[in-house]
């Protein structure tokens, strides 16, 4: 449901929205919230904090519809607001939008535009909402935010959702593009940052596709994680169709001669889920760290071009589902004895 403040010295005009909107009210689609001023409707704000979006005269005793428009902006960035006036030329428009207006109605109301800007307004709210959402579990949309999500993202109350960490079961991904340091070292930025973003591109799509998430994308390498049931077997079909698709993908010939390839590490375990760097900068990122973790890379380290390698614990856990090829021992970095480890073929 829609929650929407109404804010209007017009007493009638309640009643008028009331009437044309009663299907959506009785279906509950909408519920309205009346004031009479701007310092009615941040009171009424502060008892309903769910508010979605903000329909507000210019004109109002106490405090005006623009003054309202910078007090949310501050206090409620997520809410959005469009002003409904009897004044409709462009010198109150451009003001009320450089206010934060997210549109601008003229009095008499046409019920049937109201209607539509609502509706157009609710989406975008949601829109928003969803994209907070996703920021906080899914950190590859970490890389576009609207300003709106950041001036959130600045706020107490983002930074007190911050402090939950937890340990977890999960399994965690490193695929690195083989020998693309030539690329970057013989190609332009340009070049370098286009191959880079379709690899990675080709990547995310059958990583999203498993249910895993991207963590962090390091130099040319992606770093991904995998939660919940066969967080494992998941793993292993996201990484065996990233090889696929990777090898379909065309060779690039300019200064060189260039043919894409992973290498690929997988660990499964208990690792530390949290929020990593300094609230100060407000640069934290949703990670995982642990012992799990610094194996999985060690072991996409000791991969070769298009191979998979996973562990012993790992193997004996998915090798009915998957044909695994031993590789043998090896030795990894802060590790005391050698890991068995072997390649996932198929």
């Known amino acids: ?17 009331k009437q044309k909107f009663r299907q959506k009210i009785r279906e ?4 309205f919230i009346f004031a009479v001023n701007g ?4 009171e009424k704000i502060r008892e309903h904090p769910d508010v979605d979006i903000v329909l507000s005269d210019i004109n109002m005793p106490e405090m005006d519809g623009l003054t309202l428009l910078s007090r949310l902006s501050e206090s409620s ?31 008499p109301i ?43 993202m600045g706020s107490r109350e983002f930074e007190s959702s911050l402090i939950a960490n937890e340990t977890i079961e999960a399994t965690v991904v490193f695929i690195d593009i083989c020998s693309f340091t030539s690329i ?9 940052v286009s191959l880079l973003n379709k690899y990675f591109d080709v990547m995310v799509n059958e990583i999203i596709a498993q249910g895993g998430y991207i963590d962090k994308f390091i130099g040319d390498a ?7 049931e066969y967080h494992l077997d998941r793993a292993i079909d996201a990484c065996l169709a990233v090889r696929i698709q990777i090898e379909k993908l065309p060779s690039f010939s300019s200064a060189i001669s260039f043919s894409p390839k992973v290498s690929i590490g997988i660990n499964s375990g208990e690792m530390i889920s949290g929020n990593i760097g300094s609230a100060n900068l407000k640069r934290l990122d949703y990670t995982v760290i642990g012992d ?11 991969a070769k071009e298009n191979q998979i390698i996973i562990n012993e614990n790992a193997y004996q856990k998915v090798k009915e589902s998957f044909n695994c090829k031993k590789v043998g021992e090896i030795s990894l970095k802060n590790k005391s004895h050698p890991m068995n480890v072997y390649e996932v073929m198929d």
Do not use: C, W
Request: proline share 1%.
């Open 77 to 107: 960035p997520l809410i959005k607001s469009v002003i409904i006036s009897a004044y409709g030329d462009m010198e109150n428009i451009r003001t009320a939008m450089n206010h934060g207006a997210f549109d601008f109605i003229t009095k």
């Open 292 to 302: 799990t973790v610094n194996v999985a890379k060690r072991l996409q380290s000791a």
């Open 39 to 42: 310092n009615d409707a941040l």
């Open 1 to 17: 449901m829609a929650k929407i403040l109404v804010a209007d010295d017009e007493t009638d005009l309640e009643m008028l929205i």
């Open 184 to 192: 970057s070292e013989n190609e332009s930025a340009d070049i370098v």
């Open 110 to 152: 046409n019920f049937e535009d109201l209607s539509v800007t609502m509706e157009k307004t609710i989406k975008h709210v949601a829109q928003i909402r969803e994209t907070l959402k996703a920021i906080k579990e899914n950190n590859i949309l970490k890389m576009y935010v609207d300003e709106t999500v950041l001036n959130f």
């Open 222 to 228: 992606i770093m991904a994680v995998f939660r919940g």
């Open 28 to 31: 509950q689609k909408y519920e």
